[in-house]
C-alpha cells in the first residue's frame, strides 16, 4: 500500500440497510465518512425485500424476536433505537406506508423510496460513497485502518463492516465480514440459512403433488411456534410459518405442523354425528384445501376408513386422526441453503463485540453491524429494524 492515503474519520464497507443508516446517523454528526460497496448500486437488498415494497420495520420488535448465542445483546441498540424512530424518518419524506399483518409495515409503492432516503441521508451529511469498489485489502497499525480499492487507498481511525452474511448470493452476498472477523481474531459463530424453504424426502414426495397450495398452520420446530402460512413445495415446505421455524431448525430436528389450529377436540367425532354418511376426506375438505383434505385422508387411512362412511369409524381413530393433524410431523433433509435463503443465521460472535457500539472489545475502531452479527431476527421486518438500531448505535460512537 504504497499510495498515499485518503484520510476519513470512518469508512464503512457495505451500502446495504445497517451501513447506509450508520453512514448517515455519522456523517451528520460532524464525521467524515467513506461508505463504499462492492456493487454497483447502493441498497440492492434492500430493492428486492418485500415484495419490492420493503417491509421497513416491526411495530411489535422486541429482543425475544432475536436468535443469537447471547439473547441479551440487541437489547441495548434496540432499546435506544425503535420502529417508531424509524417510522418518523419515513414520514419526514411522506413516504405512504402500511401494516400487513402481525405489525409489519411496508412501503405503498416501492422498496426504491427506503433506499432513495437513505442516499438523502447520506448526502445530508456529506458522507462520500464508492461503488463498484471491491476490496483488495486491509491493514491495521499505529491506530489506523488502511483499505485499498481498486485504484485508491483510505485511512481511517474507524472501520466499520457492513457487509452482512451470504445469503441470497447472486446480489453478491458473501463471507467478507467473517474473513475481516477472523483476520483481526474474532470467533465466527458458523453462518447457516435462516428464513429458508426447507427440503422433504423422498418418502415425502407426494406432499410435493400439493406445489403451490397454502394453508394457515401452526408451525413448530423445538420451543419455537408461529401461525401463518405454510406452503407446499416441489422441494419440501415453504410459506411465513416454515421460514420463520427453518431459523430454529437444525439436521435431525421434526416440524410440526397443526393443520387445524381452529378445530375444537373432538370436531370430527361431531362431524360424524351430524353426517355419519360422509367420508372422512368429505368432511376434511369442509376445513382443508380439497387436495390436502384428499391426501392427509389417504395418509390416515390405516386409521379408518376414508373412502368409505364416517360411520364406520370408531370414535377412538377419528380422536387419533384429529390428534396426528394438530402435530402432522415432518422430518425435513435439509434447507434450500444460502440461494434461497432471506438472512444468515450465526456470525461474529456477540462475545467480541460491545452490545452499546458494536466495537471489537480487543481492537479498538473495528465495528461490526446489521447482518454480520451473530444477531438474526424473525420474518417480518426485524432484521431491517436491528439494521436500523445496529447502525445507529455504532454512528453514535464514530
Not at 42 to 63: D, E
Not at 206 to 234: I, S, Y
Request: aromatic share 8%; proline share 5%.
Amino acid at each position: 500500500m504504497s499510495q498515499s492515503p485518503t484520510s476519513y474519520d470512518a469508512i464503512i464497507l457495505g451500502a446495504g440497510a445497517a451501513g447506509m443508516m450508520c453512514a448517515a446517523i455519522a456523517g451528520q454528526r460532524g464525521r467524515k465518512v467513506l461508505l463504499v460497496d462492492h456493487a454497483g448500486r447502493a441498497g440492492k437488498k434492500i430493492l428486492i425485500s418485500g415484495g419490492g415494497r420493503c417491509n421497513f420495520t416491526n411495530i411489535h420488535t422486541r429482543p425475544e424476536c432475536y436468535l443469537s448465542q447471547n439473547p441479551h445483546f440487541a437489547k441495548s441498540a434496540l432499546k435506544r433505537y425503535q420502529p417508531s424512530d424509524f417510522i418518523e424518518l419515513v414520514d419526514s419524506y411522506k413516504i405512504a406506508w402500511h401494516e400487513k399483518t402481525l405489525g409489519q409495515l411496508f412501503c405503498d409503492y416501492s422498496a426504491r423510496q427506503i433506499v432513495e432516503l437513505l442516499l438523502s441521508e447520506c448526502a445530508k451529511g456529506d458522507v462520500e460513497i464508492g461503488l463498484r469498489c471491491p476490496v483488495r485489502d486491509i491493514a491495521h497499525a499505529h491506530g489506523q485502518f488502511r483499505v485499498a480499492f481498486d485504484d485508491r487507498t483510505a485511512a481511517a481511525a474507524a472501520l466499520v463492516i457492513a457487509t452482512g452474511g451470504p445469503a441470497i448470493p447472486k446480489m453478491g452476498a458473501t463471507g467478507f465480514a467473517y474473513d475481516v472477523a477472523r483476520r483481526f481474531r474474532l470467533e465466527v459463530i458458523a453462518p447457516r440459512p435462516a428464513l429458508v424453504p426447507l427440503t422433504l424426502a423422498e418418502s415425502e414426495k407426494d406432499f410435493g403433488q400439493l406445489t403451490g397450495l397454502a394453508a394457515d398452520v401452526v408451525a413448530r420446530c423445538g420451543k419455537a411456534a408461529f401461525r401463518e402460512a405454510a406452503l407446499f413445495t416441489h422441494k419440501g415446505l415453504s410459506g411465513p410459518a416454515i421460514l420463520q421455524v427453518s431459523s430454529y431448525w437444525s439436521s435431525g430436528m421434526p416440524v410440526d405442523l397443526d393443520l387445524l389450529p381452529d378445530r375444537p377436540a373432538g370436531w370430527l367425532t361431531t362431524a360424524k354425528r351430524a353426517k355419519p354418511k360422509s367420508s372422512l376426506a368429505s368432511a376434511l375438505t369442509q376445513v382443508l384445501p380439497a387436495r390436502l383434505a384428499q391426501l392427509l385422508a389417504q395418509r390416515v387411512s390405516t386409521q379408518g376408513d376414508p373412502g368409505g362412511v364416517l360411520a364406520n369409524v370408531s370414535d377412538t381413530s377419528l380422536k387419533d386422526i384429529e390428534r396426528r393433524l394438530s402435530a402432522w410431523r415432518f422430518m425435513p433433509t435439509g434447507t434450500e441453503g444460502f440461494a434461497k435463503a432471506e438472512v444468515t443465521a450465526g456470525g461474529v460472535s456477540t462475545r467480541d463485540l460491545s452490545s452499546q457500539t458494536m466495537q471489537a472489545k480487543e481492537v479498538p475502531g473495528l465495528y461490526f453491524i446489521g447482518e454480520a452479527v451473530d444477531v438474526t431476527g424473525w420474518l417480518g421486518g426485524y432484521n431491517f429494524q436491528w439494521a436500523w438500531a445496529s447502525g445507529w448505535a455504532c454512528a453514535h460512537d464514530l
